[in-house]
């Protein structure tokens, strides 16, 4: 990748040495566009993809729950769903039973 000292701000990319890999590493880096979040489930365990400054709200929606039917966890206690989610947050989603 061809980086050139910028007369302006700092350094910039020169227009035909970006590959596709290159441009997303600095999407990540740079712009934080997303974040991965750790999901443990009753039998299940994945990494899920978010949009950076997601809720709560937004991981159970993914997932196919609604608000009533599930609770979160983050670091051994229990949130709102409208709470905002941070890159590498481990969930556990826990099974809400009720009745009456």
Known sequence: MDIKPSSS???RLG???????AVKLIRHVF??????????MPNEKKNL????GATGEDLIS??????????LVIGGK???YT????????VKIVRVASGG
């Open 9 to 11: 701000r700092g350094y």
């Open 49 to 52: 993809q978010l949009d950076k």
């Open 83 to 90: 709470s905002k989610l941070g890159n590498g947050d481990k």
């Open 31 to 40: 712009f934080s566009i997303s974040m991965e979040i750790e999901v443990s």
């Open 78 to 80: 229990p949130v709102p």
């Open 62 to 71: 993914k997932l196919g729950f609604s608000p009533d039917e599930v609770i």
């Open 15 to 21: 227009p035909d040495s970006a590959t596709p890999a």
